[in-house]
């Protein structure tokens, strides 16, 4: 006896357009997206899972298309109704879906995202509101993610993503930053050329180091600042480390040669977050002070 459908399940099933061919157009570029980790000719990033879509739809990123696989209908349920009108929703079997998405484990929705472009003056003239970051050979997904993610929760107000760090187009980085590279003002740019322009902007310049510089606890982390951070491996480059105002270290174990640079940028934007006042509704709360 067949299962006579709901009319939720009709209300989806009609808006939902079926697609069973590999060489559809827009299931190609969704393909070639994932595959490049970069954005489209057009501007789209190609996104996977229904919590970073959901952030997407949060962040208020406008969709060009949303891709569901056959056995993903609950979750078709519930994005639907978030979704305009105007954005292109289509169904995929499951084995086409499962070729197109990166993901050992499909979560059965993807999406093609249109990303917040932002440019290098729009980025730096944030400092005034919290640090920024300039990020310098960082080639792990997961700890850029990590980093962006960090930046994020402790009132970070941009970050500067220099050559040979990883896109932030990759679907890793977009997952590790649990949506927060969708809100934070991201450029990528020369970080030696740049420092010029935080020259002009009067902000201060610090980097972090595994062994040599000033104690973290010990730092003076006010006012409006760059934080660099280098690749995991190697540090920083020799070019940029000569030009910042200060190194400063994270007191750890002898036995431990150096964090990762995801971990070390969480903990130098907690210090920087803690040094300073925050505030809430017009109250300015200060460390040790209690709110209700």
Same mark, same amino acid.
């Given at each position: 006896?067949?299962?006579?459908?709901?009319?939720?399940?009709?209300?989806?099933?009609?808006?939902?357009?079926?697609?069973?061919?590999?060489?559809?157009?827009?299931?190609?570029?969704?393909?070639?997206?994932?595959?490049?980790?970069?954005?489209?000719?057009?501007?789209?990033?190609?996104?996977?899972?229904?919590?970073?879509?959901?952030?997407?739809?949060?962040?208020?990123?406008?969709?060009?298309?949303?891709?569901?696989?056959?056995?993903?209908?609950?979750?078709?349920?519930?994005?639907?109704?978030?979704?305009?009108?105007?954005?292109?929703?289509?169904?995929?079997?499951?084995?086409?879906?499962?070729?197109?998405?990166?993901?050992?484990?499909?979560?059965?929705?993807?999406?093609?995202?249109?990303?917040?472009?932002?440019?290098?003056?729009?980025?730096?003239?944030?400092?005034? +509101?919290?640090?920024? =970051?300039?990020?310098? #050979?960082?080639?792990? /997904?997961? %700890?850029?993610?990590?980093?962006?993610? *960090? !930046?994020?929760?402790?009132? +970070?107000?941009?970050? =500067?993503?220099?050559? #040979?760090?990883?896109? /932030?187009? %990759?679907?890793?980085?977009?997952?590790? *930053? !649990?949506?927060?590279?969708?809100?934070?003002?991201?450029?990528?740019?020369?970080?030696?050329?740049?420092?010029?322009?935080?020259?002009?902007?009067?902000?201060?310049?610090?980097?972090?180091?595994?062994?040599?510089?000033?104690?973290?606890?010990?730092?003076?982390?006010?006012?409006?600042?760059?934080?660099?951070?280098?690749?995991?491996?190697?540090?920083?480059?020799?070019?940029?480390?000569?030009?910042?105002?200060?190194?400063?270290?994270?007191?750890?174990?002898?036995?431990?040669?150096?964090?990762?640079?995801?971990?070390?940028?969480?903990?130098?934007?907690?210090?920087?977050?803690?040094?300073?006042?925050?505030?809430?509704?017009?109250?300015?709360?200060?460390?040790?002070?209690?709110?209700?």
């Amino acid at each position: 006896m067949k299962n006579t459908p709901t009319p939720n399940d009709q209300a989806v099933q009609s808006r939902l357009r079926r697609i069973d061919g590999r060489h559809n157009a827009l299931v190609k570029e969704l393909r070639q997206a994932f595959a490049r980790g970069e954005l489209t000719e057009d501007g789209y990033c190609a996104v996977e899972g229904l919590h970073i879509l959901e952030e997407a739809i949060r962040s208020g990123l406008k969709f060009r298309a949303v891709f569901f696989s056959s056995s993903a209908a609950t979750k078709a349920e519930r994005l639907l109704p978030q979704l305009g009108a105007h954005v292109e929703t289509v169904m995929l079997p499951d084995r086409l879906f499962a070729s197109a998405v990166p993901s050992e484990a499909p979560q059965g929705v993807a999406a093609l995202v249109r990303w917040k472009e932002v440019s290098l003056d729009v980025v730096l003239a944030k400092a005034q +509101a919290g640090p920024l =970051l300039a990020i310098a #050979g960082v080639q792990d /997904p997961g %700890n850029l993610g990590t980093i962006l993610r *960090s !930046a994020e929760a402790f009132g +970070a107000a941009g970050a =500067l993503l220099g050559e #040979g760090t990883v896109s /932030p187009f %990759n679907p890793k980085v977009v997952r590790a *930053s !649990a949506g927060s590279v969708f809100r934070l003002p991201t450029v990528r740019a020369k970080l030696a050329a740049a420092i010029a322009s935080m020259r002009k902007q009067g902000l201060r310049l610090i980097a972090t180091s595994s062994h040599k510089g000033t104690p973290l606890p010990e730092a003076k982390l006010g006012g409006s600042l760059v934080v660099f951070i280098g690749s995991e491996g190697a540090g920083l480059p020799r070019d940029l480390i000569s030009e910042v105002d200060e190194a400063v270290a994270i007191p750890h174990s002898p036995r431990v040669e150096s964090l990762n640079a995801g971990v070390a940028a969480s903990i130098v934007l907690y210090e920087i977050s803690r040094q300073k006042p925050m505030t809430t509704k017009g109250t300015e709360v200060r460390e040790g002070s209690e709110q209700n």
